[in-house]
């Protein structure tokens, strides 16, 4: 019942359920609830650690194009290549008298924007023959009114389809604004269709190994990856069309880690 739903309650309860919600929004109109969230952000949820001492080392193999340091100790320089798990920039400062000595250190949170550069391999390949459904043309359809959990269908004989899609269309009741009501109605359309052997054309199949290298692009590129240089190659054969070759991917690969994990790294550091 709309009386035994408290809407703050609800969202405070959510938010203690789940850890993720930063944000949470419940509304009731007429007989609609409506729910809204925002999750954590990855690159926000630890602004703690940020704070603390640490340093930031390559999260990939690579090599350093482009590097700007904000705070910390540069251990790298733009040219330089680097293995996964080496420390770029320490976390720690040196302090020096007006001789040029090193009295002391002061550690803090390693900030840069450290472009590295780094070479991948692609390859993806599929079969020039494939399956393809074909409707026949052939379709039953059925009208229904249903009024909560009961269904009222007009009479309508079984098909003998062996494949089938069934459509359902289905629109709902209310009265105004946001008062639904629980009657729908709508229909089932049922269409045969059969599975057909066909196969690509080169034109086809390089449309579709150029799609494959789209998406896949789209992909990497939302996890801040850009492609600087692509050199892949389709080859649309008799049995399979393959697209292969190498790509030059720039990407700010880096990891924050706390401090004291990358003092044993570099000689010669001391912490205070």
Same mark, same amino acid.
């Given at each position: 019942?709309?009386?035994k739903?408290?809407?703050k309650?609800?969202?405070?309860? #959510?938010?203690?359920?789940?850890?993720?919600?930063?944000?949470?929004?419940? @509304?009731?109109?007429?007989? =609609?609830?409506?729910?809204?969230?925002?999750e954590n952000?990855e690159e926000?949820?630890?602004e703690?650690s940020?704070?603390?001492?640490s340093? =930031?080392?390559?999260?990939?193999?690579?090599?350093?194009?482009?590097?700007?340091?904000r %705070?910390?100790?540069?251990?790298?320089?733009?040219?330089?290549?680097?293995?996964?798990?080496?420390?770029?920039?320490?976390?720690? =400062?040196?302090?020096?008298?007006?001789?040029g000595?090193?009295? %002391?250190? @002061?550690n803090?949170?390693?900030?840069?924007?450290? #472009? =590295?550069?780094?070479t991948?391999?692609?390859e993806?390949?599929?079969?020039?023959k494939? /399956?393809?459904k074909?409707?026949t043309? %052939?379709?039953?359809?059925?009208y229904?009114?249903?009024?909560?959990?009961?269904?009222?269908?007009n009479?309508?004989?079984?098909?003998?389809?062996?494949?089938?899609?069934?459509?359902?269309?289905?629109? @709902?009741? /209310? +009265?105004?604004?946001?008062?639904?009501?629980?009657?729908?109605?709508?229909?089932?359309?049922?269409?045969?269709?059969e599975?057909?052997?066909?196969?690509?054309?080169?034109?086809?199949a390089e449309?579709?190994a150029?799609e494959q290298?789209?998406?896949?692009?789209?992909?990497?590129?939302?996890?801040?990856?850009?492609i600087?240089?692509?050199?892949?190659?389709?080859?649309?054969?008799?049995?399979?069309?393959?697209?292969s070759?190498?790509?030059?991917l720039?990407?700010?690969?880096?990891?924050?880690?706390? #401090?004291?994990?990358? +003092?044993?790294?570099?000689?010669?550091?001391?912490?205070?």
């Open positions: 019942w709309k009386q739903i408290y809407c309650e609800l969202a405070a309860q #959510l938010r203690k359920e789940f850890d993720q919600f930063i944000w949470v929004s419940v @509304q009731m109109k007429g007989t =609609l609830l409506k729910i809204q969230v925002q952000i926000h949820a630890d703690k940020f704070q603390e001492p340093s =930031l080392v390559a999260a990939k193999d690579g090599k350093i194009i482009e590097m700007i340091t %705070s910390g100790k540069p251990m790298v320089s733009v040219g330089d290549t680097v293995k996964k798990g080496d420390v770029l920039v320490l976390g720690q =400062l040196e302090i020096k008298n007006d001789a000595e090193i009295v %002391s250190y @002061q803090c949170a390693a900030d840069a924007d450290i #472009l =590295l550069e780094m991948d391999v692609y993806q390949e599929f079969p020039m494939y /399956k393809k074909v409707y043309g %052939s379709s039953k359809k059925k229904y009114i249903q009024i909560g959990d009961h269904f009222f269908r009479p309508w004989k079984t098909h003998s389809y062996q494949l089938y899609d069934v459509i359902d269309e289905k629109k @709902q009741m /209310k +009265l105004w604004g946001s008062f639904y009501l629980p009657v729908f109605w709508g229909n089932y359309l049922v269409r045969e269709y599975i057909v052997e066909k196969r690509y054309t080169f034109e086809e449309k579709k150029k290298f789209m998406t896949f692009s789209e992909k990497i590129q939302q996890k801040g990856v850009q600087f240089k692509n050199e892949v190659k389709i080859v649309a054969g008799t049995s399979v069309c393959r697209a070759g190498t790509l030059i720039h990407e700010y690969a880096v990891k924050r880690v706390p #401090l004291q994990e990358t +003092l044993d790294l570099e000689e010669g550091i001391q912490i205070e």
